[in-house]
T-cell receptor
């Protein structure tokens, strides 16, 4: 059974710091891995999608990497801003369904 | 360009009442999903529909039924609501169940008293 873990559960950093969020999964037989952002009381916004054949994806200040063999993904946020404050979720797509981690709650202090 | 639309956004039910959560997508996606989100539990899959005409159970299907009405619409029904079903419900869709990106609705906040 696929299990997805995100560490840390919560993170508070000063504005301008570069930071790394971690996601690990137990079954490497995945189709893709997707990072989402969720603001309080809102839905999920897709940030980056990494297909199983890829090793990383970049969008603006965000970079996500995938190492299937070790069951790990990282989301790198460069030069963090207060507007980046949100919960970040990773999800892996196995057979027919996405399995989510419990998220990292990020607060960027001005 | 609505994407995935869920109705209602908020609902309060009494224990034992029934209701249907509606979801529609306008992206011509084949696959649709219902998740619930509870504090400390992350998102858990209730039911999914890999394609029109098919539905399958996810991790937490008990107490729910679904209908894939057509390619656009996937509804979730609570026949007899229980306080344990108090949660935020999200509908999602993707082009297929493999490879491609999932898109989420804004959620339905359900309280059962």
């Amino acid at each position: 059974k696929q299990e997805v873990t995100q560490i840390p559960a919560a993170l508070s950093v000063p504005e301008g710091e570069n930071l790394v969020l971690n996601c690990s999964f137990t079954d490497s037989a995945i189709y893709n891995l997707q990072w989402f952002r969720q603001d309080p009381g809102k839905g999920l916004t897709s940030l980056l999608l990494i297909q199983s054949s890829q090793r990383e994806q970049t969008s603006g200040r965000l970079n996500a990497s995938l190492d299937k063999s070790s069951g790990r993904s990282t989301l790198y946020i460069a030069a963090s801003q207060p507007g980046d404050s949100a919960t970040y979720l990773c999800a892996v797509l196995g057979t027919y369904k996405y399995i989510f981690g419990t998220g990292t709650r990020l607060k960027v202090l001005a | 360009n609505a994407g995935v639309t869920q109705t209602p956004k908020f609902q309060v039910l009494k224990t034992g009442q029934s209701m249907t959560l509606q979801c529609a997508q306008d992206m011509n996606h084949n696959s649709m999903y219902w998740y619930r989100q509870d504090p400390g539990m992350g998102l858990r899959l209730i039911y999914y529909s890999a394609s029109e005409g098919t539905t399958d159970k996810g991790e937490v299907p008990n107490g729910y039924n679904v209908s894939r009405l057509n390619k656009r619409e996937f509804s979730l029904r609570l026949e007899s609501a229980a306080p344990s079903q108090t949660s935020v419900y999200f509908c999602a869709s993707s082009l297929t169940t493999a490879v491609l990106e999932a898109f989420f609705g804004q959620g339905t906040r359900l309280t059962v008293v």
